[in-house]
């Protein structure tokens, strides 16, 4: 925000032009750059500086005016009762509610004695107020707000939304324009994003623009897209209808005429009733299934709304009540980056702390490169930080037009900041990983559970917790470590025994003598599961020829791939994870090497591949494996048109669809069996 200016004069002009562009933004572009609570700021100033000096009063001051205006491509409508807004109550505590009933007592003159005012609380739907008129019971116009004095006529867009009534139910009078809201659920809003981060489109801000957006929409055909929902809370022009007497029995009417009105209002008494809705709202407002900004008091009863009168811009019987903000700008202060146990690299932004959604955040999560390039944000911008509920903090925008001079856009670092591994991001990918899978602090609890994992080096008792107590304590940086542990060491540890202590070293001994196809496993490569180690070990037979293998070599693998080929290439490439594996080796880690296998297998399954799904009547899933292996045949773990067989047992899932989709021929155990002979 800008700093005040030296004179009054020049400070009053200032705020004058930017409360005009805010309203702009806000009411015609659907894109505000200011936060309501900025917003609010703003107006509140400009507001005490005119009251001090009332010589700086224009007539075309936003304070002498509602805000808002109309874009072109709609033709104008007048309100005929205009459409205010209502004052803001920006203090968030209770006071604010004791405050308006003392006003609203002092304004009608009530004594101390006279019995409390009663109130008609309501919610304040976040969404874009609406007029609509119904003649005779049908409607023919639906106006936005506009400058309060001339709406724009969306009636076309409006008619497609369902729950608003092409015509009112009963008795309907000669004119009844209702005014209400509309808005779009925060699941319609979230599916909606799906949809377009699916088709790799604009994501939008909040269900308040969008369905602002939607409705403002030049085409009919793009308004349903969106989903939009309305709520009734007011009346404006009337013409032979009898008004109730309070804002209480208008709404049940409304209701009656077949008019959506949300439920959630009370008739409360007095400042204390209106604190105590205010509390209650604001405890549950996550849980509601749209958003609100607020809550908004009514005198009760229509006589006195009528005895209170208006100012200028506003109702005197009726107060917004706002909540804590959900957005607020901040300064983009640095761009990290996150690495996870997979390895996989988040940028994650670190902003100046800023008070939003009941918390103070200092870092967001950006998710992935492309979502910073998307949204252009860079180091040195204002960011607009979003906290609603227990949703993770996210940035919704940059306000490109507060950017400083000299920022530049954000690159992914090349090095894990963890390890100084390289960072990779495959073409086809979207998250950036960390190469230093058996290095990478991040991922080292990770890697070593794998690599003591039964299928890999299997050391009983290495599990979870243990290797959370090793790592933390710093006993253990890489697998080779595992073998420098000593009984004394584990047996210090929490939950830790001598007698446990001494299992899992015995584990640990053992675990030395391995085979190469459970340690290749073992390291953890990304997409080498255990039956491509076992492919691997066989082709090349030792270790050091794998190591050594191009992508080349590496596609000569029965069923190896480019994407795995690659993989493997990159992991041995990358010196802190051969390091490893000589420090393993230096460990005593060995296996039987051999020639290369690189023969067909031979049996009845040679050069066949086999998938398993659902459960066999008398064989596991190890067994039936073990078996088709033996037989020359390989399992998969995905049906693909390179699938021979899918042996389906009970409750066999998609897989088994996906094999009738594509023609694979289907067995049961017994056919397996006939297969092998
Ligand atoms: S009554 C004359 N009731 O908040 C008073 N307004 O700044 C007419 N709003 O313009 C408004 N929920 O767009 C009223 N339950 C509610 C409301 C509500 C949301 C909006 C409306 C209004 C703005 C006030």
């Known amino acids: 925000m800008t700093a005040p200016s030296s004179s009054p004069a020049r400070r009053a002009a200032d705020l004058r032009a930017r409360i005009v562009d805010a309203n702009r933004r806000y009411y015609e572009d659907d894109n505000p750059d200011l936060s309501d609570a900025e917003y609010d700021a703003l107006y509140r100033e400009l507001e005490a500086l005119e009251k001090a000096h009332p010589e700086l009063v224009t007539p075309d001051s936003p304070t002498q005016r509602v805000g808002g205006g109309r874009t072109q491509g709609f033709a104008p409508v007048t309100h005929r009762v205009p459409m205010l807004s209502i004052q803001t109550a920006t203090d968030t505590t209770a006071a604010a509610a004791l405050e308006f009933d003392a006003r609203i007592r002092r304004d009608l003159e009530l004594g101390p004695d006279a019995p409390p005012v009663a109130y008609c609380a309501e919610l304040k739907f976040d969404g874009l107020a609406m007029s609509l008129r119904y003649e005779h019971g049908v409607l023919t116009i639906a106006a936005t707000r506009g400058d309060g004095e001339t709406g724009e006529d969306v009636t076309a867009n409006v008619r497609r939304i369902p729950g608003i009534p092409a015509r009112l139910r009963g008795n309907a009078p000669p004119v009844l324009e209702v005014r209400g809201e509309i808005y779009m659920t925060r699941a319609d809003f979230a599916a909606l ?4 981060a699916a088709a790799g489109g604009r994501l939008f801000v909040n269900p308040r623009n969008t369905a602002a ?15 939009l929902h309305f709520f009734a809370y007011a009346l404006g022009e009337t013409d032979g209808y009898a008004l109730p007497a309070t804002q209480g029995d208008l709404l049940r009417a409304l209701a009656r005429f077949g008019l959506p009105v949300n439920e959630d209002w009370r008739v409360v008494q007095g400042g204390e009733g209106l604190a105590a809705f205010y509390a209650s709202v604001e405890a549950r407002r996550h849980a509601l299934p749209f958003e609100i900004d607020g809550v908004v008091y009514k005198v009760d009863s229509l006589a006195r709304q009528r005895q209170l009168g208006f100012r200028t811009r506003e109702p005197r019987w009726a107060v917004a009540h706002k909540f804590p903000p959900q957005e607020m700008p901040t300064t983009l202060v640095a761009i990290d980056v996150q690495v996870g146990r997979t390895g996989a690299v988040t940028p994650v932004a670190r902003v100046e702390p800023v008070f939003v959604g009941g918390t103070t955040v200092t870092n967001v999560t950006l998710h992935n490169e492309d979502e910073i390039r998307r949204r252009d944000l860079r180091v040195g911008d204002t960011v607009i930080v979003r906290r609603a509920g227990d949703v993770i903090p996210q940035i919704v925008r940059s306000l490109p037009e507060r950017r ?32 230093g899978g058996l290095v990478c602090p991040a991922q080292r609890k990770q890697a070593l559970l794998h690599f003591a994992s039964r299928r890999a080096l299997d050391i009983e008792g290495l599990g979870d917790k243990l290797v959370d107590a090793l790592v933390d304590g710093g006993f253990v940086h890489s697998a080779a470590d595992i073998y420098a542990l000593d009984v004394p060491t584990l047996a210090a540890l929490p939950r830790m025994a001598e007698k446990s202590a001494a299992n899992v070293r015995a ?15 073992g390291l953890g490569i990304r997409h080498v599961g255990e039956a491509s180690a076992r492919d691997l070990a066989a082709h090349f037979g030792a270790l050091d020829a794998l190591m050594a293998a191009s992508v080349d070599a590496l596609l000569e693998v ?11 290439e990159r992991f041995f490439a990358e010196p802190h994870n051969r390091a490893v ?9 060995h296996w039987p090497e051999g020639p290369p296998q690189r023969a067909a297998a031979e049996g009845p399954l040679a050069g066949r591949t086999l998938v398993l799904t659902g459960t066999l009547p008398h064989l596991t899933r190890d067994e039936a494996k073990a078996m088709i292996e033996a037989a020359g ?24 669809a996906k094999a009738e989709e594509l023609g694979v021929a289907v067995l049961d155990e017994a056919g397996l069996r006939a297969l092998l002979g």
Do not use: H
């Open 581 to 589: 594996i000589t420090a393993l080796r230096k460990a005593g880690v």
């Open 193 to 196: 994003n799906e949809r377009q």
């Open 558 to 568: 029965r069923d190896v791939g480019p994407v795995l080929a690659e993989s493997v």
């Open 213 to 227: 957006g939607a409705v403002r929409q030049l085409d009919a055909s793009d308004a349903v897209e969106r989903p």
């Open 633 to 656: 045949g390989k399992v998969a773990g995905s049906v693909s048109k390179k699938t021979d067989y899918v042996v389906a047992g009970e409750e066999a899932g998609s897989k088994l």
């Open 507 to 521: 584990a640990i001994d053992a675990s030395r003598t391995t085979t190469l196809a459970r340690f290749i496993y």
């Open 404 to 435: 400083p001079r000299g920022t530049e856009p954000w690159e992914m670092p090349t090095q894990c900041p963890e390890c100084g591994s390289a960072i990779v991001r495959l073409p086809d990918e979207v998250i950036a990983r960390c190469e």
